[in-house]
């Protein structure tokens, strides 16, 4: 039924025998190291721990300057360990630069951002002390107020 294997195939030769050999040893070896492996107790650790925070929302706040990337293009997302991601482009404030890396007035500013206060209470500074100071402040009316709210 099947065909018999030629005799000059069937004869051993001392190469044969050497790799034969090797061949055998390698997989004792290894198959000790992998026994020895699976039976020694290793101790698995392992780190949880609870976030102990009350508060709905983290602020964060970044400072990263990239001269040749448009603010169109820059955009922030978080990962959790678990592997959730969050879009938080929306909260970030841009400023476009010139070729210096001096910011730009106002330009390149976020849009989408709608959940900041327009005033600050601390401030209570008129806009010649601010000015005085190097600040860069504007004085507003319903003019100028109109025009600088369709710039952005």
Do not use: W
């Not at 090797?22 to 290894?30: E, P, Q, R, S, Y």
């Not at 978080?78 to 630069?97: D, E, F, M, Q, R």
Request: a negative charge; hydrophobic letters at 40%.
């Amino acid at each position: 039924m099947y065909r018999k294997v030629p005799l000059d195939l069937l004869e051993g030769t001392k190469r044969g025998s050497i790799i034969s050999y090797c061949a055998i040893l390698t997989m004792v070896v290894l198959f000790s190291m992998e026994t020895i492996s699976f039976l020694t107790a290793s101790t698995l650790r392992t780190d949880v721990s609870l976030d102990l925070n009350k508060d709905p929302k983290i602020r964060v706040n970044l400072n990263i300057t990239m001269m040749d990337l448009s603010c169109n293009y820059a955009t922030v997302d978080i990962v959790s360990p678990l592997g959730t991601s969050l879009n938080v482009t929306s909260h970030l404030s841009k400023y476009a630069l010139d070729a210096e890396g001096v910011r730009q007035r106002y330009m390149g500013r976020n849009t989408q951002q709608h959940d900041i206060i327009l005033s600050d209470s601390l401030v209570t500074d008129t806009i010649e002390e601010l000015h005085e100071n190097g600040e860069d402040a504007v004085a507003l009316d319903e003019k100028s107020f109109e025009e600088g709210k369709f710039k952005v």
